[in-house]
């Protein structure tokens, strides 16, 4: 059983900057991919960034290109999502996923991810 736990999520200004961080624990698969997911309230589930397992390559989804940046630090077995000039619209919850690293990005979110985190909030007053 694999945990994930988000945090760094909270209140901020727009125009501001937040990192998130998710720390995985538990029975980790040896090669795994992570990604950022979010959801505002009345919305379905929107992919934010993901990560292959050895950082090398990640993919940001159309919302946060030019204002996020995603990385990992596996000796820690945390991942990171640093978001700048922050919109209302970014208002949601964020969620981490971990999923099978298969070495090229397939559909939406890129993995198949089967691990997901409880999510952490992120309020973007204007």
């Known amino acids: 059983q694999v945990q994930l736990v988000e945090s760094g999520g909270g209140l901020v200004q727009a125009g501001g900057s937040l990192r998130l961080s998710c720390a995985a624990s538990?029975?980790?698969?040896?090669?795994?991919?992570m990604g950022w997911f979010r959801q505002a309230p009345g919305k379905g589930r929107e992919f934010v960034a993901a990560?292959?397992?050895?950082?090398?390559?990640?993919y940001l989804g159309d919302s946060v290109k030019g204002r996020g940046t995603i990385s990992r630090d596996n000796s820690k077995n945390t991942m990171y999502l640093q978001m700048n000039t922050l919109k209302p619209e970014d208002t949601a919850v964020y969620y981490c996923?971990?999923?099978?690293?298969?070495?090229?990005?397939?559909?939406?979110?890129?993995?198949?991810?089967?691990?997901w985190g409880q999510g952490t909030q992120v309020t973007v007053s204007s």
């Open positions: 996923a971990t999923g099978p690293d298969n070495g090229y990005c397939s559909g939406y979110g890129c993995y198949a991810y089967d691990n």
């Open positions: 538990g029975r980790t698969a040896s090669n795994y991919a």
């Open positions: 990560i292959s397992w050895t950082g090398d390559t990640s």
